[in-house]
Nanobody, 126 residues
Framework: QVQLVESGGGLVQAGGSLRLSCAASKLSIRSYTMGWFRQAPGKEREFVAAISTSTSGFSTYYTDSVKGRFTISRNNVENTVYLQMNSLKPEDTAVYYC?????????????????WGRGTQVTVSS
């Protein structure tokens, strides 16, 4: 059974940084576009960032609110995708989910991935 397991969440002050990881098992991420999503309390889940496969040049795509602050990366050997989050704001508080899909990075912003992780909580205090 495919598993995506997120880690690295926690409590951080505004302006701080966190690095999220998503480790995949029973799935080779080299064949998938990988993405990060988040869901804040009382809100719908939203797209954060995605990175395509090597075939598509490892292209990345971000939602406007995180551009310049968040960086998505992948390590196909470790079968892991990362989300480096800098200059965190209270509005970044959410459960962050990892996803894997056979689509482009930009398309992942509007289509659900094929596989989801269970999420990791990120809380940014003001």
């Amino acid at each position: 059974q495919v598993q995506l397991v997120e880690s690295g969440g926690g409590l951080v002050q505004a302006g701080g940084s966190l690095r999220l990881s998503c480790a995949a098992s029973k799935l080779s991420i080299r064949s998938y576009t990988m993405g990060w999503f988040r869901q804040a309390p009382g809100k719908e889940r939203e797209f954060v960032a995605a990175i395509s496969t090597s075939t598509s040049g490892f292209s990345t795509y971000y939602t406007d609110s995180v551009k310049g602050r968040f960086t998505i990366s992948r390590n196909n050997v470790e079968n892991t995708v990362y989300l480096q989050m800098n200059s965190l704001k209270p509005e970044d508080t959410a459960v962050y989910y990892c996803g894997a899909g056979r689509t482009t990075a930009q398309a992942m912003s509007v289509t659900d991935p094929d596989y989801w992780g269970r999420g990791t909580q990120v809380t940014v205090s003001s």
